[in-house]
C-alpha cells in the first residue's frame, strides 16, 4: 500500500500563514455527501473513486497515520510541490467538505469487544486466510495487508468481506487469467495494465509482466480472487473467533490489548 | 564562435545598430556555411506543412488538420521507429499534462512548458539554446489549476506566447528576450492565457481562460510589432447587442457569462474568416440564473480577420448545463456534400457530437453522434440538438465531455476524421451559487463521476456521413492528440502513457512506446531534418524524438 506522504506535507504547511481552523463540517452527513461528489469529480481520477489510491496514495487512513484536518485541507489548498497534487481554489467550504469526507472515510469506530475467542481466531487465520493475506510482516502477497484492518475498516465490513469477497474488490487486487500462446491458462493479480501489456502477480508471488500481443486471452474475472466464505464454510462462531483475533492484532486506537510480538515479526 | 552564437550576437545587435550588423555580418560570412535566418514570413504560415523541414503554427497549418504529407515513416516501417533523444523539462503540470505543441524552423524547436517556461532546443539533439521562465504572481487564479501552455505562435524573428498571468509575449526567436509585454485582461478576477496564438497577416489572434470564474471571455488581435491590440471580439454579447436576447435582461450577468476561448482557432485566407471555439457559460452547471441559448457560449464563431466582427456562429450546446466547452480546434476541409463542392468547418464537439457547418456561412450540413451519449442522438431541422436526457434519465458524458480540447487530425485523402473519444458517465448536481465573488472558482454544482465505468477510443470518422470506421480502445478516458501522415499512420496516445502509430485505414496499432506519463493535450508533431522523418510527442515532463534507424 502506499503511504501518504507526510514528510512532504510537513514541509509545505509552515509557508502558509496563519490558522485555518477547525472543521465546521466534521461528522455533517450534507457536507459529507457534497465532499464526495467533489472528490468524485475533482481527486477520483487520480486516488480513485473511494479514495484507495489508483497513480495517487491511498487515502483512506489518513487520520490513523497521524494527519489532522488542517493538515489535510492545507494539502488540498495548496497542492503538493513537485508532484502531481495541484493546488485549489475552490471555496473553503467545498475543501472542508472534502476533509469531512475523507473522515468520514477514515473514522473508523473502535471494533466492540466481541464472544469470539482470538487464540482460536488466529488459528482459522493461518489455515484460511494467511496464504493470500499478510500480517506484521508475515503472510502472502496476493491480498491486501491486513496489518492495520480494524483500524481502517469497520468490524461490519471487515465480516461482508469475508462472507461476499465480490461485494467490493480494492484496486490493484482484481483476478486475471492469462491465456499463452501455447493455451496454458496463469491465473494471478492484475497490478497494472495498459493497452499493450498487463502486470500481475502470480500464483508463485513473482511479479511478471506480459506483452499482450504475446497472449492469446487476458480474462478479467468479475468476482473476486477471495473465496467466499458462507455460513457453511465458516461458522458465524468461527467468524466471532476471527475477527477477534483481526481486533487483537490490528487495532491501533488501543481497544484492543497490544498483540504479542511473534519471533518472526520480531526478526524483520 | 560557432554559428549559432553568431547568430544571437547578430540578434542582439540589430535591436540597436543595424550598421554594425552588416559588418559584423560580412566579417563572419567566410566562417558560415549555411545562409542566414531568413525570417518566418505569412507565406511561410501558409505554406504550413508543404514545407517538409517545418511546422510553423499550433496545428501545421491554418486548416487544422494535423496532416502532415511526408511519406519516409509508414505502416510498413514504422514498427523499427527509434527514440533519438529526450529533453526533461523539468517542471509540470499538476494535475494536468505536457499540452505543447512545438513549432519548428529552421532545424531548431521552440518549445513552451507548464508554468509559463519555454526554450529553444536543437532539433538535431534535444538541447537547448536557451530557456525562458516567467516570474509568476503567487495570486494566479486560473492559473493556478491548470498551469499549462499549448504553444507558440511565431511571425518573422519573433515568436508569441500567452501567459499564466493573462498576458501575451512577443520574443526575440533568437536569444528568448523579450520584445514586448502585453496584458490581456485582469488576472486576478479569474482569467488565465494557455492556447498557443495563430499567427495570420499582420496580427496575433489570442484566446483567454477563465469559464470556472465570473468572467466574460474574448478573442483578440494584436499587432506583431508593436503589441497593440488591433480588434476584441466578446464571446458574451454587451446588452442591446445582438446575442443578449439569449441571456437575461440584466448587466452583470452578462459581465461574468463565461465564454472562455482557450483553444486555438482555424483560418481561412480566401474567406478571411477565423474560426474559433467557445467556452462553456457561467456559472457551469447552474442554468437557473441565466435562462436563454446563453450565446455564444458552447459555440463556433467565424470572426471577420480584419475587424473583429461576428460573420455567424453555430452553437452546440444551447444553455449548456455540463461545462461542455467548445474548445476545439476546427478543422477546414473542401468536401463533395450531395455532389456539391463544399468548403466546410467540421468539429468533433465535447457534447459527444461531430458536425459538419458549411464554412462561409455557417449553416448545418452533417451532426452526428460519435459518442454512446444519452443526451441527445440527433440534430433537429431547426439545427438545434433533440435533448432525450438532461440528467434525469441517467448518466450523462461527464464534465470533460465526448471528447475536449486534444486536437484531432484529418486525413484528406481517406475523408476520415481520427479523435480521441472519452465514454464517462456522470451524474450532475447543480447548485445556486451562494455568492460572486471576483476571482473565486464559480461552478453552481458538483458532479458525480463513476470513474470504474469509463474508457477512452481513439475513432475514425467518416466525414460525409458520420459514421464510425473503427475504433481502438484505451482502458481509460484519454486527452491524447492525434497527426496523421499521408503515408496512412495515425499517430496518437493515451492515458497510460503509451505513444501510438495506428494503420488509418484499419486501426490496427502498428507501433507503440510507452513514454512513462499520460499522453494530455498534446499531438505529435512530425517534420524532416537531414533527410530523416522525425515524430515528436510530449509527455509528462520530457518531449521525445522518434525516427526510423540511421543504417
Known sequence: MFRPPFAILIVAAPLIAGAVGVNPYEGDSGAIRVGEALFRSQCAACHGPDAKGISAPDLTALWTSGATDERIYRMIRTGVPESAMPPSGAPDKQLWAIVAYLKNLGAVPAWPHATGDPDRGREVFAVECARCHRMHGNGGRHGPDLSNIAAIRTRETVARAIREPSASVTAGYRAVTLVTSDGARLRGIAKGEDAFSIQIIDANERLRGFRKADLRAVDHERTSAMPEFGPADLSDAVLEDLLEYLHRETATDGSAAPPEPSPSAASE | ?551
Not at chain 2, 173 to 181: A, E, H, K, M, V
Not at chain 2, 268 to 285: Q, R
Request: aromatic share 12%; net charge negative; hydrophobic share 40%.
Open chain 2, 1 to 551: 564562435m560557432s554559428p549559432n552564437g553568431l547568430g544571437t550576437a547578430v540578434a542582439l545587435l540589430a535591436l540597436t545598430a543595424p550598421i554594425a550588423v552588416e559588418l559584423l555580418a560580412q566579417g563572419w560570412q567566410d566562417d558560415v556555411d549555411y545562409p542566414a535566418d531568413p525570417g518566418v514570413t505569412y507565406e511561410d504560415l501558409l505554406e504550413g506543412l508543404s514545407v517538409s523541414t517545418q511546422w510553423p503554427t499550433y496545428s501545421g497549418d491554418y486548416t487544422g488538420r494535423r496532416h502532415s504529407p511526408l511519406t519516409q515513416i509508414k505502416p510498413r516501417n514504422v514498427h523499427r521507429l527509434v527514440p533519438q533523444w529526450t529533453f526533461q523539462s523539468g517542471t509540470t503540470a499538476r494535475g494536468r499534462g505536457f499540452e505543447t505543441n512545438p513549432l519548428v524552423f529552421n532545424g531548431v524547436l521552440y518549445v513552451t512548458g507548464p508554468n509559463n517556461y519555454a526554450w529553444a532546443l536543437d532539433a538535431r539533439t534535444g538541447r537547448p539554446f536557451w530557456e525562458y521562465r516567467r516570474d509568476l504572481p503567487s495570486d494566479l487564479t486560473y492559473g493556478a489549476r491548470a498551469p499549462v501552455n499549448r504553444g507558440f505562435g511565431m511571425l518573422g524573428q519573433r515568436l508569441f506566447m500567452v501567459t499564466l498571468d493573462a498576458h501575451l509575449l512577443a520574443f526575440d526567436r533568437t536569444t528568448g528576450s523579450i520584445l514586448w509585454d502585453t496584458v490581456l485582461a485582469d488576472y486576478r478576477v479569474g482569467h488565465a492565457a494557455t492556447a498557443a496564438p495563430l499567427v495570420i497577416e499582420g496580427k496575433v489572434i489570442v484566446g483567454i481562460s477563465g469559464g470556472e470564474y465570473p468572467t466574460r471571455g474574448f478573442v483578440d488581435a494584436y499587432d506583431p510589432e508593436t503589441g497593440l491590440r488591433i480588434w476584441r471580439f466578446y464571446t458574451v454579447p454587451s446588452p442591446g447587442e445582438r446575442g443578449s436576447e439569449t441571456w437575461p435582461d440584466d448587466a452583470q450577468i452578462l459581465a461574468r457569462g463565461g465564454g472562455a476561448t482557450w483553444m486555438t482557432g482555424s483560418y481561412d485566407p480566401e474567406l478571411d474568416l477565423i474560426y474559433w471555439g467557445v467556452g462553456n457559460p457561467n456559472p457551469d452547471f447552474y442554468g437557473d440564473s441565466r435562462p436563454g441559448d446563453n450565446l455564444y457560449t458552447s459555440s463556433l464563431i467565424a470572426l471577420d480577420a480584419a475587424t473583429g466582427t461576428l460573420r455567424w456562429h453555430y452553437q452546440f450546446t444551447p444553455h449548456d448545463l455540463y461545462d461542455w466547452d467548445s474548445a476545439h480546434v476546427p478543422v477546414l476541409a473542401d468536401l463533395s456534400i450531395g455532389g456539391k463542392p463544399r468548403k466546410v468547418v467540421m468539429v468533433a464537439n465535447r457534447n459527444g457530437f461531430f458536425y459538419v457547418l458549411d464554412r462561409t456561412t455557417g449553416e448545418l450540413l452533417l451532426g452526428k453522434p460519435f459518442t454512446e451519449t444519452t443526451w441527445a442522438r440527433e440534430i433537429g431541422p431547426d439545427g438545434r440538438p433533440i435533448v432525450l436526457n438532461d440528467g434525469s434519465k441517467g448518466c450523462l458524458p461527464d464534465m470533460w465531455g465526448g471528447t475536449n480540447f486534444m486536437p484531432p487530425s484529418y486525413h484528406p485523402a481517406l475523408a476520415m476524421l481520427f479523435v480521441t473519444a472519452r465514454e464517462t458517465c456522470a451524474i450532475y448536481a447543480p447548485q445556486e451559487p451562494e455568492q460572486l465573488t471576483p476571482g473565486a472558482w464559480n461552478i453552481g454544482g458538483v458532479v458525480w463521476v463513476e470513474s470504474d465505468q469509463g474508457y477512452g477510443a481513439l475513432r475514425a470518422i467518416d466525414v460525409r456521413t458520420g459514421e464510425r470506421k473503427w475504433q481502438f480502445r484505451y482502458p481509460t478516458p484519454t486527452i491524447a492528440g492525434v497527426t496523421t501522415t499521408a503515408s496512412g499512420l495515425v499517430f496518437a496516445g493515451d492515458n497510460e502513457g503509451n505513444f501510438i502509430a495506428f494503420d488509418a485505414r484499419t486501426g490496427k496499432p502498428l507501433w507503440h512506446y510507452q513514454t512513462g506519463a499520460p499522453i494530455w493535450g498534446a499531438g505529435a508533431v512530425t517534420f524532416m531534418l537531414d533527410d530523416r522523418q522525425l515524430v515528436l510527442i510530449p509527455s509528462g515532463s520530457s518531449l521525445t524524438a522518434f525516427a526510423l534507424p540511421d543504417d
